[in-house]
Antibody, heavy 123, light 107 residues
Framework: QVQLVESGGGVVQPGRSLRLSCAAS????????MNWVRQTPGKGLEWVAV????????NYADSVKGRFTISRDNSKNTLSLQMNSLKPEDTAVYYC????????????????WGQGTLVTVSS | DIQMTQSPSSLSASVGDRVTITCRAS??????LVWYQQKPGKAPNLLIY???ILQSGVPSRFSGSGSGTDFTLTISSLQPEDVATYYC?????????FGGGTKVEIK
């Protein structure tokens, strides 16, 4: 069965960096676009970034553009999110999520989600 | 960027009631709309995609409709296990914006 397991969350000071990972299993990882979505505690969902199945296309929310980088290693079935210049407003649970449909168009409906990892940006 | 507005932000209904949630896009998005259900402490769960196609395994009491700018999620007969927050999301182009959510409770 599909499993997505995020790791790398924690407490970090403003301006510092953090790298999140998402280990995927139970499907052909290299066939699907992958996303990061975040949720501020007690608030709504915010899409963060998407990467195509082969890593050739990436898109970001304006709120993270230039600070966050999404990447993937298809040989290790791993999705990553490098977060630099972190701000208090980046505090959230970060989910990785799989596109329902594989192939060239990335950023679609998301049919499987991980359990999330909490990032807290605070001095 | 296209904004997604959901209404109401919360509702309370009785078991067996018909419940309707609306989602409005600030510009036309054709049928590139998805609905998710999120129960407390859990990740979102895909309910409906392409505005009206029920995801495999989702109970048939859930249905979606709409195209362009106005969309609806309907629960035909509310069940206790439907207590959750429901989100719409558009996916025609990036950014993949979510609506603000609708919290559904049992009266």
């Amino acid at each position: 069965q599909v499993q997505l397991v995020e790791s790398g969350g924690g407490v970090v000071q403003p301006g510092r960096s953090l790298r999140l990972s998402c280990a995927a299993s139970g499907f052909t990882f290299s066939d699907y676009g992958m996303n990061w979505v975040r949720q501020t505690p007690g608030k709504g969902l915010e899409w963060v970034a998407v990467i195509s199945y082969d890593g050739s296309k990436r898109n970001y929310a304006d709120s993270v553009k230039g600070r966050f980088t999404i990447s993937r290693d298809n040989s290790k079935n791993t999705l990553s999110l490098q977060m630099n210049s972190l701000k208090p407003e980046d505090t959230a649970v970060y989910y990785c999520a799989k596109d329902r449909v594989g192939g060239g168009v990335a950023g679609r409906e998301m049919d499987f989600w991980g359990q999330g990892t909490l990032v807290t940006v605070s001095s | 960027d296209i904004q997604m507005t959901q209404s109401p932000s919360s509702l309370s209904a009785s078991v067996g009631d018909r419940v309707t949630i609306t989602c409005r896009a600030s510009q036309g998005i054709s049928n590139f709309l998805v609905w998710y259900q999120q129960k407390p402490g859990k990740a979102p769960n895909l309910l409906i995609y392409a505005a009206s196609i029920l995801q495999s395994g989702v109970p048939s009491r859930f249905s979606g409709s709409g195209s362009g700018t106005d969309f609806t999620l309907t629960i035909s007969s509310l069940q206790p296990e439907d207590v959750a927050t429901y989100y719409c999301q558009k996916y025609n182009t990036a950014p993949l914006t979510f609506g603000g959510g609708t919290k559904v409770e049992i009266k």
